[in-house]
């Protein structure tokens, strides 16, 4: 069983930076695909960034491409979502999730991802 917890999360001025962890435990990160999603009060959660085990590719929504980096340090079972030019929309519980099974991948979608974090809430004043 695969545990995740997302920190980092707080309350940001627009146009401010926060950057957001994801630690692992109880499996093998390294062996995993991982994604970031988003959900914002009475909206469906949504993809944000995803990077393979590997870290040799990533994935961005169009909404975030440029502003957010998401990276991987796979010896301390931790990943990041960087969080430039924060923008009021970009208010949002943010979700990590892993993908820990044989099955194709398909980074953007929900169902592609086995274990979930619990959340962390970013809010960006304007």
């Known amino acids: 069983q695969v545990q995740l917890v997302e920190s980092g999360g707080g309350l940001v001025q627009a146009g401010g930076s926060l950057r957001l962890s994801c630690a692992a435990s109880?499996?093998?990160?390294?062996?995993?695909?991982m994604g970031w999603f988003r959900q914002a009060p009475g909206k469906e959660r949504e993809f944000v960034s995803a990077?393979?085990?590997?870290?040799?590719?990533?994935w961005y929504a169009d909404s975030v491409k440029g502003r957010f980096t998401i990276s991987r340090d796979n010896a301390k079972n931790t990943a990041y979502l960087q969080m430039n030019s924060l923008k009021p929309e970009d208010t949002a519980v943010y979700y990590c999730?892993?993908?820990?099974?044989?099955?194709?991948?398909?980074?953007?979608?929900?169902?592609?991802?086995?274990?979930w974090g619990q959340g962390t809430q970013v809010t960006v004043s304007s």
């Open positions: 999730a892993v993908k820990a099974g044989s099955s194709v991948y398909f980074p953007t979608v929900m169902a592609s991802y086995d274990y």
């Open positions: 109880g499996g093998i990160f390294s062996n995993y695909d």
């Open positions: 990077i393979t085990w590997s870290g040799a590719m990533t």
